[in-house]
């Protein structure tokens, strides 16, 4: 319950949590019917058991008819988080075995046909709000919550049901559908997001869309709903957003409301379960006109996160312009609990000191905090970072040694007094 309960305000230690808790590689069949029956029993423990219940990964053939058993006969809510469950796999390199698809299919096609027709589901995602942006800006249509409303009319009318979809009778055709829905619940572990790209490049191609697709992004923040897995809209506002904005700058300095958006973009940063949606977050929060401390604690808070969120934190250090109370946040940071932490505020500062536009006091205060966290017996622990994408073994995702904290500190000083430059 403790990993429920931190998810709304803290997603890594959530993360750590559920991965301790959590059953992934199913091999005990009387656990994984106990979790199946138990669904709706037990409030204090139902979230819970229905969070295992969808993020199966693995199941060994003494568990596959037992799966199979609650995707026919279990209650509603055990049935929609297996059928989470089934998309996963389906997506995952030779998880579904080949002699389960035809039972699979015939469990599915058997369901009522309204079963599950309140759940909307929305493929390829980014594509569509790319789209969405574009008609709604034709139509001309300014004000941001009607902007939205139109918006989610015209998703849900591009969204499929999940009804629709397990009714699918061609047995391929209905695989490819589970594949492509569970394609949407992971992210490629090279950090790239094609889907993303692209939805950004209709933006591009049709900049009147962008001011759209910031209103939505801005009224859907506020509205803090809950997202669907089978209809990620936030995620792909977000992703679409970032993405766009690299090319349209002024465009989102223009538009963007720093006052209304900062808060929402840093609870992404702190609570959003998609690590792609953090990245985003980051990005737009660097881009804001103006910024307050709760941006910087965001930054610090990036630098645990995954790989790919704290090299983003780290290059849009550069785009921060930092008071001095935002300055004392780094400042203090060097001498976090955390390594990476006080590593990646010693990069801050090394990103910010060498800027032209930095003040030489400005430059001093830094050099001498650098100076007095190098004296520091701490400077001396070792700094560990994750390397590698996972996508090929040569490739595999390790934890590498790289160096030593202070190190990072004198490396930050020579940069910043322009020593460390080569040209």
């Known amino acids: 319950q403790s990993a429920l309960e931190f998810r709304r305000v803290d997603i890594r230690v959530a993360s750590i949590f559920l991965k301790m808790s959590n059953d992934y590689i199913h091999d005990d069949p009387i656990a994984l019917e106990t979790w199946i029956e ?8 139902n979230e819970h058991i229905i969070e295992i219940l969808r993020q199966i990964q693995y199941l060994t053939p003494r568990t596959w008819p037992i799966f199979l058993a609650g995707l026919q006969h279990g209650s509603k809510p055990a ?8 998309c996963r796999l389906a997506t995952l390199s030779n998880r579904l075995p080949a002699e389960h698809r035809p039972v699979i299919a015939k469990i599915v096609r058997s369901f009522p046909a309204d079963l599950f027709a309140d759940i909307n589901v929305l493929l390829e995602p980014e594509n569509k709000i790319g789209m969405v942006a574009v008609a709604i800006a034709e139509q001309g249509l300014t004000e941001a919550r009607e902007v939205t409303r139109t918006a989610d009319e015209m998703l849900r009318g591009k969204a499929t049901t999940l009804a629709q979809v397990l009714a699918t009778e061609d047995e391929v055709e209905l695989f490819k559908q589970l594949d492509r829905i569970g394609d949407t619940f992971y992210r490629r572990l090279d950090g790239s997001e094609p889907e993303s790209d692209y939805g950004a490049a209709v933006i591009l191609d049709n900049p009147t869309a962008f001011p759209v697709l910031l209103q939505c992004l801005t009224v859907t923040l506020e509205q803090g709903r809950p997202e669907s897995m089978w209809f990620q809209k936030t995620k792909a506002l977000l992703t679409v957003t970032a993405k766009a904005l690299r090319l ?8 963007a409301e720093p006052g ?15 690590a792609n949606s953090r990245r985003a977050a980051i990005t737009l929060l660097s881009h804001l006109r103006r910024i307050t401390k709760r941006t910087v604690e965001a930054f610090l808070f990036a630098l ?30 060097l001498d976090d609990d955390s390594a990476i932490v006080a590593a990646g ?3 801050m500062l ?33 700094v560990y970072r994750f390397t590698g994408h996972g996508n090929k073994e ?10 030593r904290l202070d190190q990072e500190f004198y490396q930050a000083v020579l940069h910043i007094t322009g020593v460390g430059i080569t040209v």
């Not at 138990?38 to 423990?45: D, E, T």
């Not at 040569?394 to 160096?403: L, P, Q």
């Open 38 to 45: 138990r669904v709706g029993q037990n409030s204090a423990a």
């Open 79 to 86: 049935q929609l988080a297996l059928l989470e469950s089934l």
């Open 248 to 255: 349209l700058p002024s465009a989102f300095a223009r538009h």
């Open 260 to 274: 209304r958006l900062e808060p929402l973009l840093t609870r992404v940063v702190r609570t959003s379960e998609h």
């Open 304 to 333: 645990r996160d995954d790989m790919h969120v704290q090299e983003t934190a780290l290059q849009a250090t550069e785009r921060l312009t930092l008071s001095p109370e935002m300055r004392a946040s780094v400042l203090q940071a």
């Open 345 to 347: 505020a010693a990069r």
């Open 350 to 382: 090394s990103v910010i000191g060498r800027q032209e536009r930095t003040p030489a006091p400005v430059r001093q205060e830094f050099l001498a905090a650098l100076a007095a966290a190098i004296q520091d017996r701490k400077a001396r622990r070792a």
């Open 394 to 403: 040569e490739d595999a995702i390790r934890v590498g040694r790289f160096g």
